[in-house]
């Protein structure tokens, strides 16, 4: 899924009808259509309510629900952004929700990767991805809209007005929340530290 | 004072980390300690949590999330619908309806019913947060529900705007969680016969 005017990053193959093409066709009852959709976008769905989730079993269903929920939606998709925007602002509101309803755990981090070590190339991969989990358990505690604007402003590479449609904010409020975001992951990340 | 002798403001700040800012601005951030201080944190903290890679998972979840998937969409094909619904989109739903439906759905958002004992009773369950989170209420096998959440999916958000007028995203989904069974029910009634009452002119057209 890319912000409308880049080009699609499909993982899926040999389908080559582009994403209206494919929702005329669910429209007209063919669900086989929507397969394709699905193959197209659920990697990148996935990543997104990965990052608002936290793990992975809460990441897979918030990913099958959104695709349900765009789904019976599919009707009330007029096609003024792209697919895959529309699909963004439809997972945003699944984790969003869902959010609401239930702080969801992340996954935990494994104590044993922060035992120290020298900085070798067979540790560079755990250091890695060490960091990753550390970023994304701050993520997880940013304000709402501030954890949603910097998934999708820093992950998903949307551009602030893209970001503003899916929030239903101003793109000054979105510049906003990203630049205090910033500013409580430095904060979070050096308490982390310690 | 002008513009370039005034620090960078927060929004200035992403432009800057975008390398969106004005030629004249970053002039500003050469010479100001402050704002260059406030930049080079932005950048550093930016940098630091770019690395946020989600594990990939195994290649077999992918097939089975799609499986999951075309296996509801299937089963969601096949469900008959709430006739109401059916022909709420079936026809257009001309601009008079969508106001309507407009218009009940910010009073219910901002109003709400003379509490019964009954619903009183109801809210106090539904209120505590952990009823809530274990989603109590099944929103999705609600018919009366999916009426409410269809129209306001179909109201026109560029039209919306344009009037001023925002529920601002997931608001149906959200004003779901804060009503009771018997408001949702209530909500649905009226919608569904504001919508009979503007259908019926263009029918009779």
């Given at each position: 899924m890319t912000p409308a005017g880049s080009t699609p990053r499909n993982?899926?193959?040999?389908?080559?009808?582009?994403d209206a093409e494919l929702v005329a066709q669910c429209r007209a009852g063919e669900t086989a259509a929507f397969d394709v959709l699905v193959e197209r976008h659920r990697r990148q769905v996935y990543q997104l309510c990965y990052r608002f989730a936290g793990n992975h079993e809460d990441a897979s269903d918030l990913t099958q629900d959104t695709f349900l929920r765009a789904y019976r939606a599919l009707g009330t998709f007029k096609g003024h952004s792209a697919f895959g925007t529309w699909l963004y602002r439809v997972a945003v509101n699944v984790c969003l929700n869902r959010k609401a309803g239930k702080r969801l755990p992340t996954e935990p981090i494994d104590e044993r990767e922060f035992t120290d070590r020298g900085v070798d190339a067979a540790d560079r991969q755990v250091i890695r991805k060490e960091t990753a989990a550390v970023v994304r358990a701050a993520i997880s505690q940013l304000p709402e809209k501030q954890r949603a604007t910097m998934i999708l402003r820093m992950y998903q590479e949307l551009p602030h007005e893209e970001i503003a449609s899916i929030l239903g904010s101003s793109v000054g409020a979105v510049k906003a929340n990203f630049f205090h975001a910033l500013a409580n992951l430095k904060k979070l990340l050096r308490e982390s530290e310690r | 004072m002008n513009s370039r002798a005034m620090h960078l403001t927060e929004a200035e700040l992403v432009d800057l980390l975008d390398g969106t800012l004005d030629d004249e601005r970053r002039r500003h951030v050469d010479g100001c300690e402050r704002c260059a201080a406030q930049a080079a944190d932005l950048i550093a903290t930016g940098e630091a949590v770019s690395d946020g890679d989600v594990p990939e998972p195994s290649p077999f979840f992918w097939t089975q999330l799609s499986a999951r998937v075309s296996e509801a969409v299937a089963a969601e094909a096949a469900k008959p619908r709430f006739a109401a619904f059916a022909w709420a989109h079936e026809s257009w739903m001309g601009g008079a309806a969508a106001a309507v439906v407009l218009c009940l759905l910010l009073a219910f958002s901002v109003w709400r019913p003379a509490p019964s004992t009954k619903i009183a009773t109801e809210t106090a369950a539904t209120a505590q947060p952990d009823a809530v989170g274990d989603e109590t209420i099944d929103l999705d096998s609600d018919e009366a529900w999916a009426l409410v959440r269809s129209l306001a999916e179909d109201l026109d958000e560029d039209q919306m705007d344009a009037e001023g007028v925002s529920l601002g995203a997931g608001a149906a989904e959200h004003l779901a969680l804060h009503l009771t069974d018997a408001e949702r029910t209530e909500l649905a009634r009226l919608l569904e016969e504001e919508l009979r009452k503007s259908r019926a002119p263009e029918s009779a057209s």
């Open positions: 993982d899926a193959g040999p389908a080559t009808e582009n | -």
